[in-house]
């Protein structure tokens, strides 16, 4: 609640400034720029494919698992079918075989667990350093086309409140460079 009120109240000093001082104020939207600029689209398929690899890569590793486990099933009710007419040598063969199975299936499953762990985590260290790369380049294409047209101040027009609520519902007198920035960010994504 303090952050919105102050949020209003910075709102309330910036349009008092504006009509004072005749501010050339400017907006943009950066999560239409992540979700339409070129580059962040193409790091976000990637992401998403490195995604689908570690879900797939776990999956096959879970699949490992649970044939162990089916087959620790298997000897146990085997065991549990013919355990009256087994010899002791038998029995004892086959609790080896299901302490065997049974460490194996933790082991691997402790395996996927640690697997599935590390690459989530790398994976959200990359979204993350992916993340500020691009809003680097964003700040930065702002910055330099602000200066180009004479803006005064750019704000962040497409940030919402913690209840979803837009953090701007008005901005009399802005210009929207959302779309100039995408163009120009997309024409220098070679570089």
Sequence with gaps: MKAVLTTFALLALVSHAAVAGGLKIATVN?????????????????IDKTRETLEQENNDRLSVVNEYRMELNRVRQQFQLNQSTMSEEDKNKVFMELSNLQREALALEQDRRDFLRKSRRRLADEMSTEAKLILDHVMQAAQVYAREKKFDMVIEAGG???????????????????????NRLNENSGN
């Excluded at 950066?30 to 979700?35: M, P």
């Excluded at 209840?163 to 920035?181: A, N, S």
């Design 30 to 46: 950066v999560r239409k720029v992540f979700n339409t600029w070129t580059y962040s689209v193409e790091i976000q398929k990637r």
């Design 160 to 182: 919402s409140t913690t209840r979803g609520v837009p953090l701007f519902v008005h901005l009399e007198g802005t210009v929207d460079i959302t779309d100039q920035l995408i």
